[in-house]
């Protein structure tokens, strides 16, 4: 409960912080859209020539486009900015801020930032899912709406433990800088399903960074496409990968020798 009372006095913060410079929201909105547009038309110019895509219909690949735009909202108004500040406090020797506080620093430095204005994403990406829904003409089911929000929680969780991970391993390594650019060209593979990529590069979206799991599996339960051997693999592997990244941040803090040193 006190992590939830801490997590929700950062946010009240961040969100009077972002409130003062109003323009990026106008900023957003025109990025939101010019991405949006280019992934409408390049859907578009595939099925020009295709009915299907590896089995998936123009409708379904409409849903899959919005879950990566919501994904990637969530990721940018929570998870990403609140990893780069970690990154940039470990370099700057900054982070004795965090560690010399009476709450668990891995909560601390996973709520200190928020990014308002990426909820544009966020709602252009439900707009887009729900259009690409309606077009579906099999309908979304009680278990298939539950399955969907499973997925996408443990996506989300999946995808939280990866940044932690990489903001972790600059306890060692100073330059992390292309770490954000590396990750969103890799996050675009999101916009596709898993299925249609080679096998060495469909484990690495899976496994390495699990866009899939984050994208193409909360995908096929809104399309009736999960079953029920794939959601418990996402369970099992965000309960080791959460686990695990636990152990990675502690083992790192061991490691951290900060500006007091």
Not at 89 to 101: I, N, S
Not at 200 to 223: D, H, K, N, Q
Request: charged content about 15%; glycine content about 8%; overall charge neutral.
């Amino acid at each position: 409960m006190n992590a939830l009372r801490v997590t929700w006095l950062f946010f009240k913060v961040g969100v009077l912080n972002e409130l003062q410079y109003r323009v990026n929201f106008v900023v957003q909105l025109f990025q939101s859209a010019i991405a949006l547009t280019v992934g409408l038309v390049v859907l578009a110019l595939v099925y020009s020539h295709t009915d299907e895509l590896n089995g998936w219909s123009q409708p379904e690949l409409v849903c899959v486009l919005g879950i990566q735009i919501l994904m990637g909202g969530a990721i940018k108004t929570y998870i990403q900015p609140n990893m780069t500040r970690l990154i940039d406090d470990v370099r700057e020797g900054k982070l004795d801020y965090a560690l010399t506080k009476p709450e668990d620093a891995q909560v601390l430095v996973s709520v200190r930032e928020v990014r308002i204005w990426q909820v544009v994403d966020l709602v252009s990406g439900s707009i887009v899912l729900g259009v690409g829904l309606s077009e579906i003409s099999t309908g979304v089911g009680a278990l298939d709406a539950l399955a969907f929000a499973g997925a996408l929680l443990l996506g989300g969780v999946m995808i939280y433990c990866f940044w932690l991970v990489i903001a972790t391993v600059s306890f060692w390594v100073v330059n992390m800088w292309t770490v954000v650019e590396l990750f969103d060209g890799v996050f675009q593979t999101g916009r596709w399903p898993v299925g249609i990529y080679p096998g060495w590069l469909r484990y690495s979206v899976t496994f390495l960074v699990p866009i899939a799991f984050a994208v193409t599996v909360p995908a096929e339960a809104v399309t009736s496409r999960l079953d029920w051997q794939t959601l418990v693999l996402a369970v099992g592997f965000a309960a080791v990968l959460f686990t695990f990244t636990r152990w990675f941040w502690r083992y790192g803090l061991r490691n951290y020798t900060g500006a007091s040193a």
